[in-house]
């Protein structure tokens, strides 16, 4: 497909177990950024990866945080050991880089809930 | 700090009627400026930017948004709102320059509703 894909669309799991989450962006696309999102509520930035450069890790809120983004193309956002508190929703975005007239183009994300 | 506010949680309009939602933002240089929507269960889509030049743009689903600089202001606006423009709206800025992430500031969202 030509969006940014998410997968899984949802994921429930059981506080204190590890989840990941997978994102791949447009082709082309060098940017790379995560978001999460309550319930309705507005964006908060978790990391951002351009091109080869060190990803841009000041938006993760704890050290359960991870993510790795592997041939510059898919992502993976890592959380472990869960918390009731990590329930959200998890937005991928990608965007050329070097652009910053560039939109990005959101996946359609993944609802994580934790039990 | 550089910030962007959305005033309106929520803005509630009639079908046919003309509508805005509202964003203000604070900072520095000249920056470019997004709007998205976002339907129920979904990723946000882009709607219209500004970057340079008139400051009236046109967008996606007949929405246009107005920038206006000495009030530091890119309201979105809709001459004839529809049911289904019913979404959570956000506005966004972009720093120019930085390719940092943290660099893009969205609001906090805006959500309206069209009623029938």
């Known amino acids: 497909g030509a969006g940014v894909s998410q997968s899984p669309s949802n994921k429930v799991t059981e506080k204190g177990k590890d989840v990941e989450l997978r994102c791949d962006p447009i082709?082309?696309?060098?940017?790379l950024y995560w978001y999460r999102q309550s319930l309705g509520q507005g964006l908060e930035f978790l990391i951002y990866?351009?091109?080869?450069?060190?990803?841009?890790k000041s938006g993760l809120p704890s050290d359960r945080f991870s993510a790795e983004r592997t041939g510059g193309s898919v992502s993976t956002l890592t959380i472990q050991r869960t918390q009731q508190e990590d329930s959200a929703v998890y937005l991928c975005?990608?965007?050329?880089?070097?652009?910053?007239?560039?939109?990005?183009?959101f996946g359609n994300g993944t609802r994580l809930t934790v039990t | 700090a550089q910030s962007v506010a959305q005033p309106e949680d929520q803005v509630k309009v009639a079908e046919g009627n003309p509508l805005t939602v509202k964003c203000t933002y604070s900072?520095?240089?000249?920056?470019?400026l997004f709007w998205y929507v976002q339907y129920p269960n979904r990723g946000l889509q882009f709607l219209l930017k500004?970057?340079?030049?008139?400051?009236l743009v046109k967008g996606s689903y007949g929405f246009e948004a107005e920038f206006n600089k000495s009030q530091t202001s890119f309201h979105l606006k809709k001459p004839s709102a529809l049911v289904s423009d019913s979404a959570l709206y956000f506005c966004?800025?972009?720093?120019?320059?930085?390719?940092?992430?943290?660099?893009?500031?969205f609001g906090s969202g805006t959500r309206l509703s069209i009623r029938p």
């Open positions: 500004y970057i340079t030049g008139d400051n």
């Open positions: 990866f351009q091109g080869n450069s060190a990803p841009d």
């Open positions: 966004a800025v972009r720093v120019p320059g930085y390719s940092s992430a943290s660099k893009i500031i």
């Open positions: 900072v520095s240089g000249n920056p470019y």
């Open positions: 082709s082309g696309h060098t940017a």
């Open positions: 975005a990608s965007s050329l880089l070097r652009a910053d007239n560039s939109p990005l183009h």
